[in-house]
């Protein structure tokens, strides 16, 4: 059920920010299927005294109107030119309260999100706020929409009762300087009635980077979260995310017999002039990864052999059927009763506080969709355990054994092994992948723990606090007052900190994965004798495509004829359902040499790529529309998209934008990312 909207208008943003905790945030898909996860993080805003918001001083403009609006709507924001945010406005009209939504836990359509984050799995897919707004597809469309209509909501889902609040105590600063930054000893100056700031009673510090005023709310780690999900992916079931966040930590158990962890807290990653940067200079999240490196690697080998296994036995099962596994699924969850009149209407009247006067009959497909959804995933699970029954699964070996030999058996399903060699060979790109977004997160922890360090070191230097260097240094140099523009200036100061302290990055790096990537015969830009070519597996209906393309634009204006970019098509046709003929379009434009400016339009007109609007913009460009129609309809067109669809998945690539410069792929999508990955290659 929907959450009313007397829910969101309480003036006490703190309780709020703490209630949304184990609700159910649903964002259905293009094509009406539901996409959702439970918020796990959550944080706080105060509004016009609050350094930290956008409404600070009561700033009111444009941009942030919507934060001053009755609580219960929208208000999304871009930050660092890369990532949108999804803040709830919270109070009543003209107390301009947020709450950010910082994490979630999946529960329906991973298999949607997974393509959308390209198949980053686990905790990588909606643990943090950049991450789940492009797992939900979530960006500025949604700014101001009602949270109590049918484009997103919020709704119960389950009831959080460990968190108890308690004072935080401050560590050193270390997050990375925001315009507005307010110092340490400022924390918690201004707020209503002396209000400490909290921390859950994990005992957690606030780890996120987060702004001066962040209030964070977590579960504790051990709650209990019944009931097991599954997703579909390319046609295969795959093991629960939740599942495998309940037993990780008797993973990690377990696999302590087996692992010495090779980093320790006194490793060095980084040194500056008279500074040495360890495995402690990192945030307490950021150490726990750091030193769980190897663990957390291993947990996704088991995973993965997991994945194989439960996708032979579907498989299997779908051919003896003479069905798609997507077609058993299904059948599975229809076996599934709907609940009784009497349980609808128990959990009608025992939620009575937050209906907001609907009816039963106008909320009732939402509580029946509710109280089906454990009985499903049971379902599922019981179906998956008993395929696992029928055609004899047995492990033979722990993936994560020292010493395994290539043809050593790890698993037999009736009368089939999987061999370690045929493990590795399957998941080798996979398993790089973990490895690298890992490194990406300890490389971002460490960077801004060296950004705070340098920053507040030459702010002693120059007599400064560190909230007056910072506003020098960024705050006073905007000019357009928007995020690209925040996120050069600290880019810009941070490398002239580095410069001067002679910074030095020593955390290892994993050894990539260079791949013979085809151009085929894909539209490019520059030279195709240039010293590096960047490949990048596209979706027009993407909004993480649409927001790398400009990134990738600056670029290559930056590095000129040393840099060729090959664009080629990877409809995610699931999850949007105009790409693929967004993609005939762009390459019927191709044939009369409008390729760059007919993607221009694509990228700038995400909401109106159906047929009408792609001939419009045939048009609009003078093209010839007669051939251009020639040229979408052909099977040439089709077989060509086919074909770099088929290449990107044999790459390793699950979602978009999918990235190579050089045979490599790049993992960190962003300006500066591109330009370190060009820079390599350029050396070799």
């Given at each position: 059920m929907k959450l009313a909207r007397e829910f969101y208008t309480r003036e006490d943003a703190i309780a709020v920010s703490r209630d949304l905790l184990g609700k159910l945030l649903v964002v259905p898909s293009e094509d009406g299927r539901r996409v959702s996860g439970m918020i796990v993080e959550t944080e706080a805003y105060l509004g016009t005294i609050d350094k930290a918001a956008h409404s600070y001083g009561g700033r009111r403009t444009a941009r942030n109107e919507v934060t001053y609006a009755d609580g219960g709507h929208v208000y999304v924001f871009f930050i660092y030119g890369l990532y949108h945010q999804l803040n709830v406005v919270t109070g009543p009209g003209e107390l301009p309260h947020v709450t950010l939504i910082r994490a979630l836990e999946p529960v329906d359509g991973i298999e949607i999100m997974d393509q959308r984050r390209g198949s980053k799995r686990g905790r990588e897919l909606t643990s943090g706020p950049g991450k789940l707004c492009m797992a939900l597809d979530i960006d500025?469309?949604?700014?101001?929409?009602?949270?109590?209509?049918?484009?997103?909501?919020?709704?119960?889902?389950?009831?959080?009762?460990?968190?108890?609040?308690?004072?935080?105590?401050?560590?050193?600063?270390?997050?990375?300087?925001?315009?507005?930054?307010?110092?340490?000893?400022?924390?918690?100056?201004?707020?209503?009635?002396?209000?400490?700031?909290?921390?859950?009673i994990e005992e957690n510090a606030c780890t996120k980077s987060c702004h001066s005023s962040c209030l964070i709310f977590v579960p504790k780690a051990n709650a209990a979260w019944p009931g097991i999900q599954f997703r579909l992916f390319s046609?295969?079931?795959?093991?629960?995310?939740?599942?495998?966040?309940?037993?990780?930590?008797?993973?990690?158990?377990?696999?302590?017999?087996?692992?010495?962890?090779?980093?320790?807290?006194?490793?060095?990653?980084?040194?500056?002039?008279?500074?040495?940067?360890?495995?402690?200079?990192?945030?307490?999240?950021?150490?726990?990864v750091y030193l769980g490196r190897d663990k957390l690697l291993a947990e996704s080998r088991t995973r993965l052999l997991y994945d194989m296994v439960t996708a032979i036995v579907l498989d299997r099962e779908a051919k003896t059927r003479n069905q798609p596994p997507e077609a058993l699924i299904k059948a599975e969850i229809a076996k599934v009763p709907d609940p009784s009149p009497a349980a609808i209407k128990a959990l009608f009247d025992a939620n009575q506080s937050t209906i907001g006067g609907r009816s039963l009959n106008?909320?009732?497909?939402?509580?029946?969709?509710?109280?089906?959804?454990?009985?499903?995933?049971?379902?599922?699970a019981a179906f998956i355990?008993?395929?696992?029954?029928?055609?004899?699964?047995?492990?033979?070996?722990?993936?994560?054994?020292?010493?395994?030999?290539?043809?050593?058996?790890?698993?037999?399903?009736?009368?089939r092994t999987i061999s370690v060699q045929e493990f590795e060979e399957k998941n080798r790109l996979a398993l790089s992948e973990v490895d690298f977004e890992i490194y990406e997160e300890l490389h971002d922890d460490l960077q801004a723990s060296i950004f705070s360090t340098l920053a507040a070191a030459e702010a002693k230097a120059k007599g400064q606090d560190v909230g007056e260097f910072i506003g020098a240094e960024i705050t006073d140099k905007l000019r357009a007052y928007t995020d690209e523009e925040r996120a050069e200036l600290e880019l810009e100061l941070l490398k002239r900190l580095q410069t001067k302290y002679n910074v030095k990055y020593l955390l290892r790096s994993p050894t990539p994965i260079m791949q013979n990537i085809s151009v085929d015969d894909d539209p490019a830009v520059g030279p195709a004798a240039a010293p590096v070519t960047i490949v990048m597996f596209t979706d027009f209906q993407c909004p993480a495509c649409s927001r790398t393309h400009p990134m990738l634009r600056k670029v290559i204006a930056e590095y000129g004829s040393n840099l060729r970019l090959v664009i080629r098509d990877f409809p995610l046709q699931q999850i949007h359902e105009n790409a693929f003929e967004a993609a005939r379009a762009a390459n019927a434009a191709n044939a009369q040499g409008k390729f760059l400016e007919y993607i221009e339009l694509l990228y700038k007109n995400q909401d109106d790529l159906d047929k009408t609007h792609l001939i419009a913009f045939a048009e609009q460009l003078g093209l010839n529309v007669k051939q251009f129609e020639i040229d979408f309809n052909s099977e040439r067109s089709a077989a060509e998209i086919n074909k770099d669809i088929a290449d990107g998945k044999v790459y390793g690539a699950g979602g978009t934008p999918t990235i190579f410069v050089n045979g490599i792929r790049v993992y960190r999508i962003s300006t500066q990312g591109f330009r370190d990955a060009i820079d390599l290659a350029m050396k070799k």
């Amino acid at each position: 059920m929907k959450l009313a909207r007397e829910f969101y208008t309480r003036e006490d943003a703190i309780a709020v920010s703490r209630d949304l905790l184990g609700k159910l945030l649903v964002v259905p898909s293009e094509d009406g299927r539901r996409v959702s996860g439970m918020i796990v993080e959550t944080e706080a805003y105060l509004g016009t005294i609050d350094k930290a918001a956008h409404s600070y001083g009561g700033r009111r403009t444009a941009r942030n109107e919507v934060t001053y609006a009755d609580g219960g709507h929208v208000y999304v924001f871009f930050i660092y030119g890369l990532y949108h945010q999804l803040n709830v406005v919270t109070g009543p009209g003209e107390l301009p309260h947020v709450t950010l939504i910082r994490a979630l836990e999946p529960v329906d359509g991973i298999e949607i999100m997974d393509q959308r984050r390209g198949s980053k799995r686990g905790r990588e897919l909606t643990s943090g706020p950049g991450k789940l707004c492009m797992a939900l597809d979530i960006d500025r469309r949604f700014n101001g929409e009602d949270l109590l209509a049918d484009k997103i909501w919020i709704e119960e889902y389950k009831s959080i009762r460990t968190i108890r609040p308690q004072p935080r105590s401050f560590r050193k600063f270390r997050s990375r300087p925001r315009v507005n930054k307010i110092r340490m000893s400022e924390r918690g100056k201004g707020l209503p009635d002396g209000q400490p700031f909290l921390r859950d009673i994990e005992e957690n510090a606030c780890t996120k980077s987060c702004h001066s005023s962040c209030l964070i709310f977590v579960p504790k780690a051990n709650a209990a979260w019944p009931g097991i999900q599954f997703r579909l992916f390319s046609g295969k079931i795959y093991p629960p995310f939740s599942l495998f966040m309940k037993i990780l930590p008797i993973i990690w158990l377990l696999l302590l017999s087996l692992y010495i962890s090779a980093q320790k807290p006194a490793d060095i990653l980084a040194t500056a002039t008279g500074i040495t940067f360890t495995a402690d200079s990192l945030s307490p999240d950021g150490r726990k990864v750091y030193l769980g490196r190897d663990k957390l690697l291993a947990e996704s080998r088991t995973r993965l052999l997991y994945d194989m296994v439960t996708a032979i036995v579907l498989d299997r099962e779908a051919k003896t059927r003479n069905q798609p596994p997507e077609a058993l699924i299904k059948a599975e969850i229809a076996k599934v009763p709907d609940p009784s009149p009497a349980a609808i209407k128990a959990l009608f009247d025992a939620n009575q506080s937050t209906i907001g006067g609907r009816s039963l009959n106008d909320v009732k497909s939402e509580i029946v969709a509710y109280l089906r959804r454990e009985p499903e995933e049971k379902a599922l699970a019981a179906f998956i355990d008993s395929l696992k029954e029928k055609y004899k699964v047995s492990y033979l070996k722990d993936v994560n054994a020292p010493g395994l030999k290539p043809l050593e058996s790890l698993v037999k399903i009736d009368t089939r092994t999987i061999s370690v060699q045929e493990f590795e060979e399957k998941n080798r790109l996979a398993l790089s992948e973990v490895d690298f977004e890992i490194y990406e997160e300890l490389h971002d922890d460490l960077q801004a723990s060296i950004f705070s360090t340098l920053a507040a070191a030459e702010a002693k230097a120059k007599g400064q606090d560190v909230g007056e260097f910072i506003g020098a240094e960024i705050t006073d140099k905007l000019r357009a007052y928007t995020d690209e523009e925040r996120a050069e200036l600290e880019l810009e100061l941070l490398k002239r900190l580095q410069t001067k302290y002679n910074v030095k990055y020593l955390l290892r790096s994993p050894t990539p994965i260079m791949q013979n990537i085809s151009v085929d015969d894909d539209p490019a830009v520059g030279p195709a004798a240039a010293p590096v070519t960047i490949v990048m597996f596209t979706d027009f209906q993407c909004p993480a495509c649409s927001r790398t393309h400009p990134m990738l634009r600056k670029v290559i204006a930056e590095y000129g004829s040393n840099l060729r970019l090959v664009i080629r098509d990877f409809p995610l046709q699931q999850i949007h359902e105009n790409a693929f003929e967004a993609a005939r379009a762009a390459n019927a434009a191709n044939a009369q040499g409008k390729f760059l400016e007919y993607i221009e339009l694509l990228y700038k007109n995400q909401d109106d790529l159906d047929k009408t609007h792609l001939i419009a913009f045939a048009e609009q460009l003078g093209l010839n529309v007669k051939q251009f129609e020639i040229d979408f309809n052909s099977e040439r067109s089709a077989a060509e998209i086919n074909k770099d669809i088929a290449d990107g998945k044999v790459y390793g690539a699950g979602g978009t934008p999918t990235i190579f410069v050089n045979g490599i792929r790049v993992y960190r999508i962003s300006t500066q990312g591109f330009r370190d990955a060009i820079d390599l290659a350029m050396k070799k």
